[in-house]
């Protein structure tokens, strides 16, 4: 027989255990990138900036999951300001490299609170957004979040203090707003063997569902989040560190970064893989990302997720 308070401590379990409710790929619109740029190449970086003809597209996506405790975003995309607004970028060197980098494709509606209200979310009504690393066009919705705590590696964070950060696209108009709730935050050590490799963790929501992680090499202060609940396969946003999760597979470099730190995140990446077999590889600017999502949270038996290492 089964009486009422064994079928609500039971739900009550279950909801511990499966923290997260969904996480949707939204897109801040696309861009357009070299083949050097996306898959690498001999060719020193500003040799293939000022002479490669072959681009492909890109879109630029953030996360927005739905956590028992609130919406959190995962990056906020890039602000479409980027085109209408001649003085968006203020150096004029920059515009120049830009456009010889990136073409972008953008309408006002690929604004992040114009995206947010079409899934019924008030973009103030976000209290945290965990951002990947501090390039335009992942911090470009900040403005749009005024109420959210703005996680971010203190590593990055150190960027801003080292000479000529808008040299490598942080440029600090867009970061440094006044009002904006920026929190550094150092990965603590932890001696989970899941996470052998890795220089510390540092557990968002405190439940172990969200879980950042050192990445570093695109950016000196990388990061990615990995989602784990009963389930679902375990999930790993990477932000740029790839732009294709093949690619990371493959070891194949993109073209900017630390190709040895980024060689050194690969490999504990794919570490982490082999612990967590079931491991899927969202990167940010990959047109598949949306699909690789629903195939990780798709209804699976129970067994499989606790093979995956819960
Ligand atoms: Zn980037």
């Not at 898959?39 to 003809?53: D, E, I």
């Amino acid at each position: 027989m089964v009486i009422a308070s064994d079928v609500s401590e039971r739900s009550e379990q279950r909801d511990r255990r499966r923290p997260v409710r969904s996480i949707d790929v939204r897109t801040t619109g696309w861009a357009e990138q070299h083949r050097e740029h996306r898959y690498g190449s001999w060719k020193p970086r500003l040799l293939w900036a000022l002479t490669s003809r072959s681009w492909v597209k890109l879109p630029i996506n953030f996360f927005l999951i739905h956590h028992r405790d609130g919406p959190v975003l995962f990056d906020t995309g890039v602000d479409p300001a980027l085109v209408s607004d001649p003085n968006y970028i203020s150096q004029a060197m920059g515009r120049f490299l830009l456009n010889r980098i990136f073409r972008f494709h953008l309408t006002a509606d690929d604004r992040l609170d114009a995206i947010l209200a079409r899934d019924g979310v008030a973009a103030r009504d976000i209290r945290l957004a965990v951002i990947s690393h501090l390039h335009f066009d992942h911090v470009g919705g900040i403005a749009h979040i005024p109420k959210a705590r703005l996680l971010v590696s203190e590593r990055e964070w150190a960027q801003l203090s080292e000479p000529h950060p808008e040299r490598e696209w942080i440029l600090r108009d867009h970061i440094e707003l006044l009002g904006a709730h920026w929190h550094p935050f150092a990965f603590q050590p932890t001696d989970d063997p899941i996470f052998a490799g890795f220089d510390g963790i540092y557990d968002v929501a405190g439940d172990g569902s969200m879980v950042l992680l050192p990445t570093p090499g695109h950016t000196p202060g990388s990061l990615s989040l990995l989602i784990r609940q009963d389930g679902w396969a375990p999930i790993l946003l990477v932000g740029d560190l790839t732009y294709e999760a093949a690619l990371l597979d493959q070891d194949t470099i993109p073209g900017t970064g630390d190709a040895d730190l980024l060689r050194a995140s690969y490999e504990n990446v794919r570490n982490l893989k082999s612990r967590l077999p079931d491991l899927v590889i969202v990167p940010s600017h990959d047109f598949a990302a949306a699909d690789l999502i629903a195939n990780a949270t798709a209804p699976r038996p129970v067994s499989a997720s606790r093979s995956a290492g819960r």
